[in-house]
């Protein structure tokens, strides 16, 4: 039974990720993620299967206007190199979580951690568009979290915001990549009958939160400067990092 206190917390931390996420176009599956483990509301495979709805459903949104400006050759490639890694991801989630749980969080933390160096620490532009297997290479990055723990995002986000493309088409390149990441990932879960009934009851109290959150955000963000918002979503990162690799130490 999910009290309500847990889901008050729940959505609390998806109003923040999504929040953070809108603002900076980052961390919305590592924030919950940690929050989520550090917090100990849902087990992290179950919470993987939390944020990918969520980020589906956000996709879902953000889509249904901008998918026009899908970059179709970085897109394809990294799908390319991506969905056979979010298989090995999967497995080795599926590995730790019955053999390790602290070696789970501890690969968590440290994703988190190194994830929130790109908050602050802005990749060079190429003068030329990367090659085939880059994208291919950071795709399968991409691919190996996106089946861990549904947070495909830090590889991607490093390569194509150094791509002399236009920030809308990173955007919505992105977040295709992420859906269908997404989308595969909640396929394996289904196929391997992993699935955890009260993941929908989570995303269904989580929706409402992240739509608001996204709505607010766009609407009134808050007078503070990108450095300065990076810096903040930088330091809720770390914190939830570190607080995650100490006790697994």
Known sequence: MIGASDVAVFVALAFVAAYVQTLTGFAFGLLLMGGLALTGLVPLPEAAIVVSLLTLANAVVVL???????????????????????????????????????MLRLILGLAIIVSSLQLIRRPSPLAQPSGGPAFVFFGGLGGVMGGLFSTAGPPLVFQFYRQP????????????????????????VAVHGDWHNHALLWAAAGLPAVLVSTYLARR??????????????????????????????
Not at 78 to 84: T, V, Y
Not at 241 to 246: C, E, M
């Open 165 to 188: 493309l236009p920030h809308r088409v990173i955007r919505e390149t992105l977040v295709a990549i992420f859906s269908l990441n997404s989308l595969f990932r909640l396929g394996l």
């Open 64 to 102: 249904a206007r901008g998918w026009r400006d899908i970059a179709a050759r970085p897109f394809l490639l990294s799908l390319a190199g991506g969905l056979p890694m979010v298989v090995a991801g999967y497995a080795l989630l599926t590995l730790l979580a019955s053999s390790s749980l602290s």
């Open 220 to 249: 009134w963000p808050p007078a503070l400067s990108a450095r300065t918002l990076r810096f903040a979503a930088f330091g809720l990162l770390l914190l939830s990092g570190v607080s995650l690799i100490a006790p697994a130490l």
